[in-house]
C-alpha cells in the first residue's frame, strides 16, 4: 500500500518497486483495537499518527514527519493473526504469489488493488507470513529504509533452506540490477540492500513449538535509543518483555503482537 494506506508504501515519488526491489519496504501491524495501538506504540515509540485513506480502521505513523509504519484494525474482519508484517518490494505481486505456491506456500490475502499499487499476504511452507508490494514506494525512501525499521530477522527452520526460498521469490542475488546481495555469515544468512544490512535470517524455529517465539516468523526490528527505557515503558502501558539485554529486547503488545526495539547502532 502507498504511504495513504497501512501495508506497503507508495506515492507519487519516482522510487518504485520496478527499480527497487527485493528489500523490505514497509511493515504493517495488523490489531483489533485502534486506539488502543496508537496509545501503546505512542507511548513506547514515540509514534504521531496520520489517517489513512484506507478509511477509519486505518492509519500511518509518523517519526519527524516520515511515515514509518502501519496499522490496519482488521485482523477480526480479515480473519488474520495480530502480528508485525514485513512487506518486501517486488516487480509484481501476482508474479511473487504464484512462486509462492509452485513453491508449496500459501496465499492468506490478495494480491489485491490497493491503489496506487497491489499487494499480498502470503506464507512461507514452514509458515513465516510476510508480505510483498508492486508500485510506488514511501516518498523520501532512503530516509525509511535507513531508519525505521532498523532491519528485519527471519527465524526459521534451515536459514540457507529458507534464503534459497525467498531467493526465489525475490530474486535475491539474480543478475537484475537492484537486486539484494546475500552473504552467508558464520550461521546467518545476512541480506544487504545498497550495502545495507536490512534482513537476517536464522535457524533454529521449530514448527510445532508452543511458544510462538520459537515457530518460524519474521521479527520486525525497530532502533531506538534506549532499549531498556522502552522495555518499561511498554510494561507500564499494558504489553510485556519477553527477552531484555542491553542491545535489545522482544516486547509483546496488549493485543499480543510480538516486535524488537534494538539499540540503534546494531543491526
Not at 519527524?64 to 490496519?72: N, W, Y
Not at 534451515?158 to 537492484?178: H, K, M, R, T
Not at 525497530?222 to 529486547?249: K, P, Q
Amino acid at each position: 500500500m502507498n504511504d495513504h494506506s497501512t501495508t506497503a508504501p507508495g506515492s507519487a515519488g519516482v522510487v518504485s518497486t520496478h527499480s527497487v526491489f527485493g528489500a523490505p519496504c514497509w511493515v504493517s501491524l495488523t490489531s483489533r483495537d485502534l486506539g488502543a495501538t496508537q496509545d501503546f506504540y505512542g507511548a513506547v515509540l514515540g509514534w504521531r499518527w496520520r489517517q489513512a485513506q484506507l478509511g477509519e480502521r486505518f492509519r500511518i505513523a509518523l517519526v519527524d514527519d516520515v511515515p514509518v509504519a502501519g496499522i490496519a484494525a482488521v485482523a477480526t474482519m480479515w480473519q488474520v493473526a495480530v502480528a508485525w508484517t514485513p512487506y518486501f518490494a517486488v516487480p509484481s505481486a501476482d508474479d511473487a504469489a504464484s512462486r509462492v505456491r509452485e513453491r508449496g506456500g500459501t496465499t492468506a490475502v490478495g494480491p489485491i488493488s490497493l491503489p496506487p499499487g497491489r499487494a499480498a499476504l502470503l506464507a512461507a511452507p514452514d509458515g513465516a507470513t510476510f508480505g510483498v508490494w508492486e508500485g510506488p514506494l514511501i516518498s523520501n525512501w532512503e530516509s525509511w529504509r535507513r531508519a525505521a525499521p532498523a532491519f528485519v530477522r527471519l527465524r526459521s527452520r534451515d536459514a540457507f533452506a529458507s534464503a534459497i526460498f525467498y531467493g526465489q521469490i525475490l530474486d535475491w542475488a539474480s543478475d537484475v540490477p537492484g537486486c539484494c546481495e546475500v552473504h552467508y555469515e558464520g550461521d546467518e544468512v545476512v541480506l544487504r540492500s545498497n550495502g545495507d544490512v536490512v534482513a537476517r535470517i536464522v535457524s533454529g524455529a521449530l514448527e510445532a513449538a508452543p511458544d510462538p517465539r520459537v515457530r518460524p516468523h519474521w521479527q520486525v526490528h525497530f532502533a531506538v535509543s534506549d532499549v531498556t527505557a522502552c522495555a518499561r515503558t511498554a510494561e507500564r502501558h499494558g504489553g510485556s518483555v519477553l527477552d531484555l539485554t542491553a542491545d535489545e529486547a522482544v516486547l509483546r503488545d496488549p493485543d499480543g503482537a510480538q516486535f524488537t526495539v534494538t539499540s540503534g547502532s546494531r543491526r
